[in-house]
């Protein structure tokens, strides 16, 4: 089992930054990607970044690309994601995923941690 606990996220005014903390604990080392997901209020959840294992593969959303970053630390323990340039359209909750599969549904789910921007 993986357990995925996310922390960073807050209220920030359009055009600021934060840094989003995911710590994976448990069978990380069967982990094969990591991946930041988030839903707007109302909305679907979407896959913002994704990033494999070693670093080799990223993938970003369109709507974050230019301004979002995905980075891992050398033990995959630990997922960041680097927000800038946020705008009101960035308000969501943001939820950490990982699988041990390249590929699919992600299996391991964080509680999410709310971002707020403001206008």
């Known amino acids: 089992q993986v357990r995925l606990v996310e922390s960073g996220g807050g209220l920030v005014q359009a055009g600021g930054s934060l840094r989003l903390s995911c710590a994976a604990s448990?069978?990380?080392?069967?982990?094969?990607?990591m991946g930041w997901y988030r839903q707007p209020p109302g909305k679907q959840r979407d896959l913002v970044a994704s990033?494999?294992?070693?670093?080799?593969?990223?993938y970003y959303g369109d709507s974050v690309k230019g301004r979002f970053t995905i980075s891992t630390d050398n033990t995959k323990s630990t997922v960041y994601l680097q927000m800038n340039s946020l705008t009101p359209e960035d308000t969501a909750v943001y939820y950490c995923a990982a699988d041990r599969n390249w590929s699919g549904p992600w299996n391991y789910w964080g509680q999410g941690t709310q971002v707020t921007v403001s206008s």
């Open positions: 448990g069978s990380i080392r069967s982990l094969s990607r």
């Open positions: 990033i494999t294992s070693g670093g080799s593969t990223v």
